[in-house]
C-alpha cells in the first residue's frame, strides 16, 4: 500500500495550494481518506476527511470556509485545496486512509499514511 502526497511548497500568506494524494494497493473508493498536519515540535492535528464517496466531508474548525477536501475515485486520488493560507498553517501534511466508508477525525483510526509533503507559509 503506498499513499504518495504532493503539492507542497513554499507561499507567501494568502496564497493557494493544491494538494493531492495518490493511493495504490488499495480499493481506493472503499476507504475514507484524511488530511492531517504536523507543524515543528507540535503533534500532529486533523485537518479534513472525506468518505469513500465523496459525500461527507468534515473540517477542522479553523480550515472552515478556505479548505476543500475531494476526492477522484477514477484515478484513485484525493485533493486538500487550501486557500487563504496563514504562515501558522506551516507544517507537514500527510494523508491517510481508513477502511470506514464514514468520515472521521481520529488519527488511529487510520491505517495507511503517506510520507508527507511539507507546506512552509511566509508572513
Known amino acids: 500500500v503506498q499513499l504518495v502526497e504532493s503539492g507542497g511548497g513554499l507561499v507567501q500568506a494568502g496564497a493557494s495550494l493544491r494538494l493531492a494524494c495518490a493511493a495504490s494497493?488499495?480499493?481506493?473508493?472503499?476507504?475514507?481518506i484524511g488530511w492531517f498536519r504536523q507543524a515543528p515540535g507540535k503533534e500532529r492535528d486533523f485537518v479534513a476527511t472525506?468518505?469513500?464517496?465523496?459525500?461527507?466531508?468534515y473540517y477542522e474548525d479553523a480550515v472552515k470556509g478556505r479548505f476543500t477536501i475531494s476526492r477522484d475515485n477514477d484515478k484513485n486520488t484525493a485533493y486538500l485545496q487550501m486557500n487563504g493560507l496563514k504562515p501558522e498553517e506551516t507544517a507537514v501534511y500527510y494523508c491517510?486512509?481508513?477502511?470506514?466508508?464514514?468520515?472521521?477525525?481520529?488519527?488511529?483510526?487510520?491505517?495507511?499514511w503517506g510520507r508527507g509533503t511539507q507546506v512552509t507559509v511566509s508572513s
Open positions: 491517510a486512509a481508513a477502511y470506514l466508508g464514514a468520515t472521521a477525525d481520529q488519527a488511529d483510526v487510520y491505517s495507511y
Open positions: 494497493g488499495i480499493t481506493f473508493s472503499r476507504y475514507t
Open positions: 472525506i468518505s469513500w464517496s465523496g459525500g461527507s466531508t
